[in-house]
């Protein structure tokens, strides 16, 4: 497919305003697009986000650093072992703390049950919004059993809490590891099942061949990160090209776009790059129920953490892109300044690029394939 | 790469533009220190060494000045570093960066509406997260949220009263 | 509508009965506002979901608000996005409740430190049922659903007040 050019036809036609959102079922939560519209075809489209601005950079200064963790599970409610995982590297890495093996394959652990759940409600909502409902259902019930997972090792379905400043808050229950493993034996076949609803499916394959092409240059112009990223055939993984944690002694493959029924980059490749990374993750959360060591599961940290006067900037591999924690100290007990760096904001900065020249529904089918999550943009 | 091996390379590229840069650390990180006033030039020489990917931009009040960093992130040869500048408070003007790299383009737009900071040659300096009407810069250590907005009291009414305050 | 027929019918009459079919009828069919802000959002997603499964208790989502019985404030309303959702409820057809799902929009929850927040959506529209949680689970916000249909069973439009 091809975005259309706008001529004019002399048929006196005029453009007109379109507002999609903030209350829209395809927007995924409360961003507003303000879209000037030449027929069906999309001349502008300009985002209005902060809808969800909920300040929680603000937040970060009036807490103390292990206070705020709960806060981070919110920046991104999805994939908030991910979030809680960056945030205590960064604290860590300002105090040049050590953390026990056993802590750093239990935080692998979740962070990629995790990635399979929130790519499990990525896919899912996608095919919702191009208009097959089922697989929707599918992917909730699967990720049920990510969010029993969870709650057994930490109580909470969503917000965990779990990752903790130099260690983890809880060790594994002695069944986890049977019942996670149980659990990977039945992700491969409904993944197959899955992909023979979704991703073999004519109808859901040419609808998004070749629409909406983010090339490999803009990707990278704009900061999109993550999955988005690599579905432009960019190949770059932070933690195989950057490895943090226990991530080098894992294998695992890197999945890239590769234009398999269209061009690279475009709305199938970012969806196809979802697929498979929940392969991948299940592979490492295989291997590393294998290896973990046994050890204790928190580093000796003082009552009151005071981390030296400095900046530090720390990013980890989010489900949604690179998530950077730019942490600036001053001695005290309270972070001096705390910018989150998340792959969604960057995503949706390039939509307004992309996005003149395809027909509005081609839109829905951009911003699905861009997971883009309202709280990661606004923070 | 060595960070030293970075250094002499980045010293280099910056030799041209007759920049002499000011190097610090950022917990094993190398940072760049630079004026404002060469900071456009240093970025575009930045993004000659390799430095194609701006991950954020982010600007930290200090009382007098407003520090503006870049985290930056070469992805063909996995260099990372953080370029930085200050601003005095009172005249908080700083280059924008949006023709270097595209990505500044709502980093700055965030950061200049909650630290009323101004980028200069910005295509499009709007608000991006806040309501057009919002008053005031939150982020700045010194804001004083209103008591009320668009006669929505902005009362809190279970923790202060009590003396029991989360934020102290 | 109730006040008009009301005003017209013999003062003897008695419509108890009928207020029960009706409010039988409204608590069996509370079709809920897709809308979700923050993160309650997927909660209520997985309660519509195979295993919680809201159409259980005759509650399917609907797109538009002008299809809609209920509207539940899933999360965080920011002072943003207080004018839209008080839209979002005058564009709703009576009758409407509404469920305040999680502590962010029942009081503001952990961001009531911030600035942007908005204290509680009941400074904006009224509320019927507030679920707490943060988030509720799928079984609370269940609750809160049942809570409501209990409220709709006691209500009485057509009964003449003593």
């Known amino acids: 497919m091809q975005p259309f050019e706008l001529t004019d036809l002399g048929a006196g036609t005029k453009e007109m305003m379109l507002n999609m959102g903030p209350q829209h079922p395809s927007t995924h939560g409360v961003i507003k697009f303000v879209l000037r519209m030449d027929g069906e075809v999309v001349a502008a489209l300009d985002p209005d986000v902060g809808f969800l601005h909920r300040s929680i950079e603000k937040i970060a200064e009036k807490l103390s650093y292990p206070d705020f963790m709960p806060y981070t599970d919110r920046v991104d409610y999805v994939a908030a072992m991910n979030c809680n995982f960056g945030y205590a590297r960064v604290v860590e890495k300002l105090m040049k703390m050590e953390v026990p093996k056993r802590a750093e394959y239990i935080r692998v652990i979740v962070a990629e049950l995790n990635r399979i759940s929130s790519h499990l409600v990525s896919v899912g909502t996608f095919g919702n919004d191009i208009g097959a409902v089922t697989p929707f259902l599918y992917a909730i019930r699967d990720r049920e059993l990510i969010n029993d997972l969870l709650e057994m090792l930490c109580g909470a379905r969503l917000t965990y809490n779990f990752v903790r400043i130099g260690g983890v808050a809880f060790d594994l229950p002695d069944t986890f590891k049977e019942k996670a493993i149980a659990f990977l034996d039945t992700l491969e076949p409904k993944l197959k099942e899955f992909n023979t609803l979704l991703s073999e499916n004519r109808i859901f394959r040419e609808r998004l061949a070749g629409v909406c092409v983010i090339s490999k240059e803009d990707a990278v112009a704009y900061g999109v990160t993550g999955p988005n990223l690599r579905g432009s055939g960019v190949d770059w993984d932070l933690r195989r090209d950057e490895p943090y944690s226990v991530y080098p002694e894992v294998s695992f493959e890197v999945p890239v776009g590769g234009g398999l029924v269209g061009k690279v980059g475009d709305a199938f490749d970012r969806y196809w790059v979802r697929i498979k990374e929940m392969q991948e993750s299940a592979k490492i959360v295989r291997q590393c129920l294998e290896q973990i060591p046994e050890g204790p599961i928190m580093a000796k940290i003082p009552r009151v953490l005071k981390p030296p006067a400095g900046d530090a900037f720390d990013r980890t591999e989010a489900p949604r892109g690179e998530l950077g924690y730019y942490l600036v100290s001053d001695g005290s007990s309270k972070p001096q300044r705390l910018k989150i760096r998340t792959g969604s904001f960057a995503a949706v900065s390039i939509i307004p690029k992309i996005a003149p020249g395809w027909m509005i529904a081609d839109i829905v089918a951009l911003i699905g394939s861009l997971d883009i999550i309202a709280p990661e943009i606004d923070r | ?168 | 509508m109730h006040y008009t027929l009301r005003n017209k019918l013999p003062s003897t009459a008695l419509f108890t009965t009928v207020d029960a079919v009706l409010n039988w009828g409204r608590l069996s069919s509370l079709w809920y506002l897709l809308f979700g802000t923050a993160c309650c959002a997927i909660e209520l997603m997985q309660t519509g979901g195979p295993r919680a499964d809201l159409d259980r208790f005759g509650a399917v989502f609907r797109s538009s608000p002008r299809q809609s019985d209920l509207l539940i404030v899933a999360g965080t309303v920011t002072y943003k996005m207080a004018s839209r959702i008080k839209r979002l409820y005058e564009q709703m057809a009576d009758p409407k409740y509404v469920i305040s799902m999680g502590s962010c929009s029942n009081c503001g929850g952990l961001f009531d430190l911030g600035y942007s927040v908005l204290r509680g959506i009941d400074k904006v529209i009224p509320v019927d049922v507030y679920v707490p949680g943060c988030p509720p689970r799928p079984e609370a916000l269940t609750q809160g659903l049942l809570v409501l249909q209990e409220k709709i069973r006691k209500q009485r439009y057509l009964a003449r007040e003593a």
């Open chain 2, 1 to 168: 790469m060595g960070l030293e091996a970075l250094k002499e390379e980045i010293t280099k590229a910056l030799s041209t533009i007759v920049v002499e840069p000011v190097w610090a650390e950022a917990a094993g990180d190398l940072a760049l220190h630079v004026l404002p006033g060469s900071l456009k030039a240093v970025a575009a020489a930045l993004k000659g060494v390799g430095f194609r990917l701006l991950l954020a931009v982010a600007v930290v009040d200090e009382g007098e000045t407003f520090r503006v960093v870049y985290p930056l992130c070469s992805l063909e040869r996995r260099l990372r570093l953080i370029l930085m500048t200050s601003v005095p408070r009172q005249a908080p003007d700083i280059d924008s960066l949006v023709d270097v790299w595209p990505a500044a383009n709502w980093h700055e737009r965030e950061q200049a509406e909650l630290f009323g900071v101004t980028f200069v040659g910005h295509p499009d300096p709007r608000h991006l997260l806040l309501p057009d009407d919002w008053e005031g810069y939150p982020l700045r250590k010194d804001y004083k949220e209103p008591e009320v907005y668009r006669g929505i009291s902005t009362e809190r009414p279970y923790w202060e009263d009590e003396g029991c305050s989360r934020s102290n």
